[in-house]
């Protein structure tokens, strides 16, 4: 799986947009860009997901460049809730069904100030 | 909601004991993964199930540890014998893959918490 590189901190204040980037120069053709994130002491929760074209749902809006190889997860209205370990993660989904599991890198501990 | 049911939450052993962590994976789910946190190495795959079969537990140490889904509707993780460096959070995920190749998101349990003294 390709190697994702996210910054290891950021700050937001609350209210505004948090923009957590992330490179993935290696993606391949097959593989997805994913973010999660992780609340102290909770499991890992997905947030979106996407292949090339720009996503969005009631959490996040996923902007992938044109050749892929880098995004950038926002957060439109950053709420203390919001302060966690953001996770980018490249993962190949086989055309035929299943995908490989999850590789987590270090993250981004985004810190939502009041 | 339906959610990923992990047990126990917090288990404190003693080196050489046998631990067996449990997971209940949301139904209808055919994938299972579990994962295990430190501080010093974050998030680890250790090995992952689709429609109860083994299919990669290359993270995972073979000499003491041991993954398996007796049904559908259980997975275990057991370590034996346990060493304190085995002291960590063990996550269990699961999630739905599907013939038409959708990427799904998988979806994490709580954690265990283990401390091996």
Redesign the interface.
């Known amino acids: 799986d390709a190697k994702t590189t996210q910054p290891p901190s950021m700050d937001c204040a609350e209210g505004r947009a948090a923009n957590l980037p992330c490179n993935h120069s290696t993606i391949s053709g097959n593989e997805y860009v994913y973010w999660y994130r992780q609340i102290h002491s909770q499991g890992p929760q997905y947030i979106i997901h996407g292949l090339k074209n720009n996503e969005t749902n009631e959490m996040a809006s996923l902007i992938i460049t044109e050749d892929r190889k880098s995004s950038t997860l926002i957060l439109p209205h950053a709420t203390l809730r919001d302060t966690a370990v953001y996770y980018c993660i490249v993962r190949r989904k086989y055309s035929g069904g299943g995908a490989d599991g999850l590789t987590f890198g270090k993250g981004t501990h985004l810190i939502i100030q009041p | 909601d339906a959610r990923?049911t992990q047990t126990p939450r917090d288990k404190v052993t003693e080196m050489g004991q046998e631990v067996t962590m449990r997971c209940q994976p949301i139904l209808g789910h055919n994938?299972v993964?579990w994962?295990r946190q430190t501080m010093m190495q974050?998030?680890?795959?250790l090995a992952?199930f689709?429609n109860r079969a083994p299919l990669?537990d290359s993270g995972m140490p073979k000499d003491r540890f041991s993954a398996e889904m007796p049904d559908a509707t259980l997975a275990t993780l057991k370590i034996q014998p346990s060493e304190p460096r085995d002291s960590a959070v063990y996550?269990c995920?699961s999630g739905l893959?599907?013939?038409?190749?959708?990427?799904?998101?998988?979806?994490?349990?709580?954690?265990s918490r283990l401390t091996v003294l």
């Open positions: 990923v994938t993964f994962y974050g998030l680890e795959l992952y689709r990669d996550f995920a893959d599907t013939l038409q190749g959708t990427a799904g998101e998988l979806f994490f349990g709580e954690g």
